[in-house]
């Protein structure tokens, strides 16, 4: 059974940082393709960041490009976002991805498994 596990969201002001983490079982990770998604209350699941299989390509939205970076540790099954210079427009429920193909996407429909969700809120 898959399990994808998101962990260290929280509360955190404007200008601040945070690391999640998306910890995979079930599946051999270094197969998928991993990503970020997010969800404002009121708003359809966006697209953030995905990461190749590798690590090596990555993609961001242009909301987040320059602000966060993605990464995984494949060894550890493990795939993180380090967000920084946080805005209030940042904060959503954000949810981590698997797709098993070799390249990712930016619509939710097309990732095969999710996680439960973490919530991110950035105070002005």
């Known amino acids: 059974q898959v399990q994808l596990v998101e962990s260290g969201g929280g509360l955190v002001q404007a200008g601040g940082s945070l690391r999640l983490s998306c910890a995979a079982s079930g599946l051999t990770f270094s197969s998928y393709v991993m990503g970020w998604f997010r969800q404002a209350p009121g708003k359809e699941r966006e697209f953030v960041a995905w990461i190749s299989r590798s690590g090596i390509s990555t993609y961001y939205a242009e909301s987040v490009k320059g602000r966060f970076t993605i990464s995984r540790d494949n060894a550890k099954n493990t795939m993180y976002v380090q967000m920084n210079s946080l805005k209030p427009e940042d904060t959503a429920v954000y949810y981590c991805?698997?797709?098993?193909?070799?390249?990712?996407?930016?619509?939710?429909?097309?990732?095969?498994?999710w996680g439960q969700g973490t919530q991110v809120t950035v105070s002005s």
């Open positions: 991805a698997a797709r098993p193909y070799s390249s990712g996407s930016i619509y939710p429909n097309e990732w095969h498994y």
